[in-house]
């Protein structure tokens, strides 16, 4: 295993540690079982708030340390369906497009330090035809099914453009976040229906 490879693993045990204790702390307090003090805790903040869960959002894409569709949860919980959609939404565009920055500074070695050499394996096909791969990663983007930061990083190694895959994210993204955030939101509606 590279150095790369450890550290980025160190930094990512660190972000999950660290997201343990804050959920630890939220339980113990109450602001994880009520959806009425997680908002008051957001909005007392007023719009440090949102301007914090948007670069967590944009974070969570570069250095995943959570899946992406608590992060959706979390905005519709903690914003509404509306202003929650439109903060994951910039949060999870703003990240893409700086994984792709940070790749195509960085080249195809940047993959094997943040990614299991399965996973790129499984998609490293996609990039040897380009205009294979834009389709294939405008899809991907568009449905809530694929690895998309993987998908980010690995398009940041190929010849796509920056107006082109910047297209690709904005006007892809929305259905899938919507489609996470709306199914997210309706399990965790029944599941605190069970419990409550």
């Known amino acids: 295993m590279t150095r790369e490879r450890r550290m980025f693993q160190a930094v990512s045990l660190a972000g999950f540690l660290l997201s343990v204790i804050l959920a630890l702390w939220g339980w113990k307090t109450g602001v994880l079982t009520s959806q009425e003090r997680m908002q008051a805790l957001v909005h007392s903040c007023g719009a440090a708030g949102w301007l914090l869960f948007v670069l967590f959002q944009a974070v969570q894409?570069?250095?995943?340390?959570?899946?992406?569709?608590?992060?959706?949860?979390?905005?519709?919980?903690?914003?509404?369906?509306?202003?929650?959609?439109?903060?994951?939404?910039?949060?999870?565009?703003?990240?893409?497009?700086?994984?792709?920055?940070?790749?195509?500074?960085?080249?195809?070695?940047?993959?094997?330090?943040?990614?299991?050499?399965?996973?790129?394996?499984?998609?490293?096909?996609?990039?040897?035809?380009?205009?294979?791969?834009?389709?294939?990663?405008?899809?991907?983007?568009?449905?809530?099914?694929?690895?998309?930061?993987?998908?980010?990083?690995l398009a940041g190694t190929t010849e796509m453009t920056w107006r082109r895959y910047t297209a690709i994210i904005l006007l892809g993204k929305p259905c899938a976040i919507a489609l996470y955030s709306l199914g997210l939101t309706v399990l965790w509606e029944r599941l605190a229906g069970l419990l409550g």
């Open 61 to 153: 894409v570069v250095v995943p340390v959570l899946p992406g569709g608590l992060g959706c949860l979390a905005g519709v919980l903690l914003f509404g369906p509306v202003w929650g959609f439109v903060y994951n939404y910039v949060g999870i565009c703003l990240g893409s497009l700086a994984a792709f920055a940070v790749a195509r500074s960085c080249g195809k070695p940047l993959l094997s330090v943040l990614f299991p050499e399965k996973l790129i394996q499984k998609y490293s096909h996609w990039a040897e035809e380009r205009d294979r791969f834009a389709r294939l990663f405008a899809w991907a983007i568009f449905l809530p099914v694929a690895p998309d930061d993987f998908l980010c990083y």
